[in-house]
C-alpha cells in the first residue's frame, strides 16, 4: 500500500432484515473500485460487521460520500439494515504485517 494514505472505518450492527444486504455490499464494493483514490477493502463480521476501505487522500474519500448509488445504498441501509453504525476516518502513516 501506499505510504500515507487513509482508512474509512465503517462498524455497523445489522437488523435481522438482511434482504438484499449482501447484493448491494457486492454492488458498493464493485462501485468503490472504479472510483479514483480508491486502494482497498478489509472486511469482518461476527456480533458487529467491521468495513475498512483505504483510499489515496480526503478528496477521493468525500468523492465516494458524494456518489449517488452509494447516498442511495446509505439510505436504504439506515431504513432496513442497520440499527446503528459509526464511521471513522483515519489517516494512516505507517503499516506492516507478519506474514508466515
Not at 473500485?33 to 487522500?57: C, D, H, L, M, R
Not at 456518489?67 to 439510505?75: R, T
Request: proline share 1%; net charge neutral.
Amino acid at each position: 500500500m501506499e505510504s500515507s494514505y487513509y482508512a474509512v472505518i465503517f462498524t455497523s450492527q445489522q437488523t435481522e432484515n438482511i434482504e438484499g444486504y449482501d447484493e448491494m455490499a457486492q454492488t458498493m464494493e464493485k462501485l468503490a473500485k472504479q472510483q479514483p483514490g480508491y486502494i482497498g477493502i478489509e472486511s469482518a463480521k461476527s456480533q458487529i460487521g467491521i468495513t475498512v476501505s483505504y483510499w489515496k487522500n480526503l478528496e477521493a474519500i468525500k468523492n465516494w460520500k458524494a456518489n449517488l448509488d452509494h447516498q442511495m445504498a446509505q439510505k436504504l441501509g439506515r431504513k432496513e439494515w442497520y440499527t446503528w453504525y459509526k464511521v471513522r476516518i483515519c489517516k494512516v502513516e505507517r503499516e506492516y504485517e507478519f506474514n508466515m
